[in-house]
């Protein structure tokens, strides 16, 4: 057979001794070794990396960059053939798996009969689609408008909350992403992620809930199988934590706004912001203050649906409240472009006086794959395997934590979770980025992908596609481990 000479179909044999020589410059040997994968890669190695660094900057957040090549399920290699584990999941957004087979048959048959037309005709990849989508979500939340990217779900967002309510100002919560166009940098509140120039008329901040890092916290505020390392003697059914950051909140209303607004956008679980958990009723009550204000409440999903938090199959349900809107992105299709926002029939209503366009917004293979997408997540039962190897994680995770004085905090639900990082566990100080940027680029070379966040950087986030294995659990758990004792052993 033919082959281009820059492709290498590599045995199961040839990876495992590409795999162990490329990662043998480790002194310490792992106690579990990278598990076995069938799946064969594709090699090959005639990328000019420089010239590619130049083209695009900033296309790396490691020191030495990683060269993808190809992606399986949870897996991905390196031009040079080294199989990572990926727990980031191009930042929570490969939700099925990698080149998933399924959804991949989908996108190709897709391909083979119509690429393109929009939403200005009716087809049935569109229909199929929302309806299915449709069907996910409790009622009144029936209404979709396609787009191409959660930036873009959250500015129309924006516009029918400002459109409904005849109000202008937006509240987010501090520290949190929301998107980078002009009008959702307004949002986002973490200067990493703002340009000096006029933006955010009317967007507004309040003071992150944080329970572990913030000025009020305790030992059983969030819903997550873990707790912080905070103590509290609130009562049974009370959270001191919660009353002082509504409080926060009501100084807002009280200083920073008119007695209306248009609306709130919260995460159910922060994701740029570190997977930051709130106390278990704030986002109720916070609900309940912006509605009195004539505010619309707006839940954005774009890290946190699709089963993500392994309980619910929408964040907020964790939260036992009712969003007049709903954003999604980066899951809802494995990574191909997409992006929606769900609301109401009333909210559509004083939305559709004019005309709403989106060229691509519903293109047929993106509906096409988000629909296979939702078909795999039910026959994978990706939901529950978000519970379990979440539930698994957090609980390895907290002993690892309970080990190093570096570690103050581990949280989070289902397999959206956070590894926050400090001085010490007394002070709870942000670990500084040399030292983070040391221990994820030795738990790189050690083949796991994870990522950053948190407003200063502190925070290991792992959000894996949600087909990882308890195996690959252990490796990753037994990687991190040995990175946080290499550190220790060179800095202590
Ligand atoms: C919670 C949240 N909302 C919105 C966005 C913006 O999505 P996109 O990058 O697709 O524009 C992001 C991206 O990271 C996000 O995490």
Known sequence: MLRPKYLLRMSPALIDVVHK??????????????????????MHQFIQFKMILEIIPNVT???????IHQGHMQWLWDVDGRRYLDLFAGVATVSVGHCHPK??????????????????????????????????????????????????ANDLAMLMARLHTGNFDIITLRGSYHGGSPQTMGLTSNSAYKYPIAIGLGCHNTMCPDVFAGPWGGSHCRDSPIQTIR?????????????????????????????RIAAFFGEPIMGVGGAVQYPKNF??????????????????????????????????????????????????????????????????????????FNT???????????S???????????????????????M????????????????????????????????????????MSEIFEDTKDMGVLIGKGGVYGQTFRIKPPMCITKDDADFFLAVFNQALNNYMEAHH
């Open 372 to 394: 296979s997408v939702l078909d795999t997540m039910k026959e994978d039962g990706t939901q529950q395997i978000s519970h379990e190897m979440g539930t698994y994680l957090l």
């Open 283 to 356: 986002l109720k009550d916070t609900y309940k203050l912006v509605r009195e204000r004539g505010g619309v409440c707006i839940a954005d999903e774009v890290q946190t649906g699709f089963g993500r938090t392994g309980s619910h199959f929408w964040g907020f349900q964790g939260h036992d409240i009712m969003p007049d809107i709903v954003t999604m992105a980066k899951g809802i299709a494995n990574g191909f472009p997409m992006g929606a926002v769900v609301t109401t029939h009333e909210i559509a209503a004083s939305f559709g006086r004019g005309v709403h």
């Open 61 to 67: 957040y490691y020191k030495k960059p990683v060269f």
């Open 21 to 42: 020589t490329q990662f043998k410059r480790h002194k310490h040997v792992l106690h579990t070794n990278i598990p076995q994968t069938s799946f064969l890669s594709l």
């Open 103 to 152: 959804v991949t048959a989908a996108a190709e048959k897709q391909l083979r009969k119509l690429w393109h037309t929009t939403n200005i005709y009716v087809y049935s990849p569109l229909h199929e689609y929302v309806d299915k989508l449709a069907a996910t979500l409790p009622e009144p939340l029936k209404v979709i408008y396609l787009t191409n990217s959660g930036s873009e």
């Open 231 to 259: 103590n509290c003697s609130c009562p049974q059914g009370l959270c001191m934590a919660n009353d002082k950051y509504i409080g926060q909140l009501k100084e807002v209303f009280a200083t920073s706004v008119p007695s």
């Open 396 to 435: 390895g995770l907290s002993k690892i934590r309970d080990k190093y004085e570096i570690i103050g905090d581990v949280r989070g639900k289902g397999l959206q979770i956070g590894v926050e990082m400090v001085k010490d566990k007394a002070s709870r100080e942000p670990l500084p980025p040399a030292a």
């Open 360 to 370: 691509f917004g519903g293109n047929p293979v993106a509906c096409a794959i988000a």
